[in-house]
């Protein structure tokens, strides 16, 4: 009943941006924290930057001043818009919403690809 929807990946050179997003919909009681998280291959998933239902953020070290994270309350979309980007930064994204709901919990996008290279 509840899905997460990714876009704006794609292939970026150094110093580019983009803007992903990701839409929560089906049977949504609510929606509380949303995130979004990068994986490598060989590395374990980490969190890149969340959001409260309050709008409290946090970002990781790595991207701080680069990265913002918002969301649409109205859509339960979350976005994040990556600016200055590395070939570090390359990675496949997910976002992730906690969600109350007839399953309540952590529920996951399927990822998208970011892919920063000149």
């Known amino acids: 009943q509840v899905q997460l929807v990714e876009s704006g990946g794609g292939l970026v050179q150094p110093g580019g941006s983009l803007r992903l997003s990701c839409a929560a919909s089906g049977s949504i009681i609510r929606v509380n924290d949303m995130g979004w998280f990068r994986q490598t291959p060989g590395k374990q998933r980490e969190l890149v930057a969340s959001?409260?239902?309050?709008?409290?953020?946090n970002y990781a070290d790595s991207v701080k001043g680069r990265f913002a994270i918002s969301r649409d309350y109205a859509k339960n979309t979350v976005f994040l818009q990556m600016s200055s980007l590395k070939p570090e930064d390359t990675a496949v994204y997910y976002c992730?919403?906690?969600?109350?709901?007839?399953?309540?919990?952590?529920?996951w996008g399927q990822g998208t690809q970011v892919t920063v290279s000149s």
């Open positions: 959001i409260t239902s309050g709008g409290r953020t």
């Open positions: 992730n919403a906690n969600i109350v709901a007839s399953v309540t919990g952590g529920y």
